[in-house]
């Protein structure tokens, strides 16, 4: 095969696999024979396709590829199933029913069939892990391979993670539907939390060499504007997305010459990408259209519209951030929001106060190996000019942290701070830290 053909059909498979396996599962009521199917049909095109040609309409030749091998593979595995011989006669009548359900699917519910497959996916009966590589093999398109690699896994940890999840699924006899309006609120949180989990670890890696993953970030982007336009109603839904667009469009600034990171005070802003920003405007302006009171991921995005709306650091309202996170507070109470209300009010009413807040977590014990509470500290320390205390708790957030390019960051921070201390600070002027 040469490697445009196969070029080809992995960008025919990233686009049509998601559609595939949905329309599969609507049908066979089952994930993992969902898949088998589609990759069935995947193997198939990979035979063909170079010899014949790309069809017209790929999708609908995989589509019809997977359905014909379905036709002859579900009898064949009910027989395997059925234990009892008189149960033999109902065989006649199981393949008329699934040939007659081939014959009578259509397309027009292609997007009820994603929406289906994106709440089965991220189904809170499944692990977070497993529905974060389960929604990413079959809603991204991804290979094991390619999620392993992603979130720095041995490929066999995600290949067990994926095959357990779709066992789970059909083990709790998870639906292939759309949950009921009772059930809609917390199945949504679910799976609003597997893509903005994809994007955060595509934004910030929380391990590795590289101090972002864009693909990630793409990958998230992409699932969570096909969502926006299958649950057009749903404000948090285009939070998320306002959340997501404004936040990648920092991207091309985040990261120095020599793939160093830089923070956001330090971004130039004039790197930004105007378009996602805009496009982030109007995701969040969709989201106040449709009423109620904003939820976690809208008023996150408030919060990274804000920080857009402004030229520099120095223009940002910080005091707005500052009611922002609070009221992101009281929504969602997190010891990490209250670390982020703790820079907004440092710089929006001096260092000593966003300290203040940042010492009231030192006890929270889920914060116990979050490098940053102690680079928070760090930094308002050292905005209050206590240089040696500021750069011991960079070396702590250092020391914690996973990511090579952020410890480089931290160690550095550490150095320049000890460098400019003069002999006579002493570490004992920073008796609460701890």
């Not at 992995?10 to 599969?24: D, H, K, Q, Y």
């Not at 998870?174 to 949950?179: K, T």
């Not at 609003?192 to 994007?199: G, H, K, M, P, T």
């Not at 940042?358 to 006890?363: E, F, N, P, T, W």
Request: aromatic share 4%; net charge negative.
């Amino acid at each position: 095969m040469t490697s445009e053909a196969h070029a080809a059909i992995e960008a025919v498979w990233r686009i049509e696999s998601a559609r595939l396996i949905a329309g599969l599962a609507r049908i066979v009521r089952d994930v993992g024979i969902a898949e088998d199917l589609a990759q069935d049909a995947l193997v198939a095109a990979l035979e063909q396709w170079p010899e014949t040609g790309i069809p017209r309409n790929p999708g609908a030749w995989l589509m019809g590829t997977a359905k014909h091998r379905a036709v002859d593979l579900l009898p064949r595995r009910t027989v395997l199933d059925r234990k009892h011989e008189e149960l033999g006669r109902e065989l006649a009548i199981t393949q008329a029913v699934t040939v007659a359900a081939f014959e009578t699917a259509t397309d027009d519910d292609v997007g009820d069939d994603l929406l289906r497959l994106m709440f089965t996916a991220c189904h809170p009966v499944l692990s977070r892990d497993a529905r974060v590589g389960l929604t990413l093999r079959l809603l991204g398109g991804l290979t094991t391979d390619e999620i392993a690699r992603a979130f720095l896994v041995p490929e066999p940890t995600i290949a067990q993670r994926i095959v357990r999840a779709k066992r789970t699924l059909t083990e709790a006899h998870v639906p292939f539907e759309l949950p009921d309006a009772d059930a809609l609120a917390p199945r949504l949180a679910s799976v609003l939390e597997v893509v903005y989990l994809i994007f955060n670890e595509g934004y910030s890696a929380t391990a590795g060499d590289d101090w972002m993953r864009p693909g990630l970030c793409d990958e998230a982007l992409r699932l969570g504007r096909m969502l926006a336009e299958l649950a057009p109603a749903e404000p948090e839904v285009h939070g998320l997305v306002a959340l997501m667009e404004i936040q990648a469009s920092r991207s091309p600034a985040r990261v120095g010459k020599d793939g160093e990171p830089v923070l956001l005070l330090d971004q130039d802003r004039r790197r930004w990408d105007q378009l996602l920003v805009r496009r982030g405007f109007a995701a969040l302006e969709r989201a106040e259209s449709l009423g109620g009171a904003f939820g976690p991921y809208a008023l996150q995005a408030a919060i990274a519209a804000c920080h857009a709306r402004a030229g520099s650091a120095d223009e940002t309202d910080w005091a707005r951030l500052a009611a922002l996170y609070d009221a992101l507070g009281q929504v969602g109470p997190s010891p990490i929001v209250e670390l982020n209300h703790a820079v907004a009010v440092g710089m929006a009413f001096g260092p000593a106060a966003g300290l203040e807040v940042a010492d009231g977590l030192l006890a929270d014990p889920s914060l116990k190996g979050y490098h940053l509470l102690p680079a928070v500290r760090g930094d308002l320390l050292a905005k209050l000019g206590r240089d040696v205390d500021a750069a011991g708790e960079f070396r702590r957030a250092a020391d914690l942290t996973r990511n090579a390019r952020e410890r480089t960051l931290l160690l550095e921070r550490a150095t320049r701070l000890e460098d400019l201390a003069p002999p006579s600070d002493d570490v004992g002027q920073g008796g609460d830290i701890g």
